[in-house]
């Protein structure tokens, strides 16, 4: 079973997203921001990362690169905090997914 990374623990959204993956048995745990998350991603394989809606998109994205240039392929799931403009870049994240502002029960 793959395992799940999640970014911030300091959110409702994080929080709720890594319950529901415990309750499912989904092996998860949390990154404390995107450095964390790469030094992570250093030393074990994940399947799937979990974005914080905390973070902008922008950096969001950064990330992605940064992961697809570096580490084997990953679903990368952002958790938006905004509306929907920035689903414009969606070219530039294959292998991701979306989510907008819902509750965290229906990003899984």
């Known amino acids: 079973m793959s395992r799940v ?5 300091e959110n409702e959204i994080s929080r ?3 319950g529901v ?4 048995d989904f092996p998860n745990e949390y990154s404390a921001g ?7 991603l250093r ?3 994940f399947g799937i990362v979990v ?7 922008e950096e969001d994205l950064a990330l992605l690169e940064e992961m697809q240039s570096s580490f084997p392929p990953t679903l990368f799931l952002l958790c938006l905090n905004g509306g929907g403009a920035e689903l ?16 965290a029960s229906q990003c899984l």
């Open 88 to 103: 414009s870049a969606w070219p530039r994240c294959q292998g991701s997914a979306f989510y907008g502002r819902q509750p």
């Open 34 to 40: 995107h450095a964390d998350t790469l030094q992570r």
């Open 5 to 9: 990374l999640v970014i911030g623990s």
């Open 43 to 45: 030393l074990r394989s």
């Open 21 to 24: 993956l415990s309750a499912a």
């Open 16 to 18: 709720a997203i890594a």
């Open 51 to 57: 974005t914080s809606p905390v973070s902008t998109f």
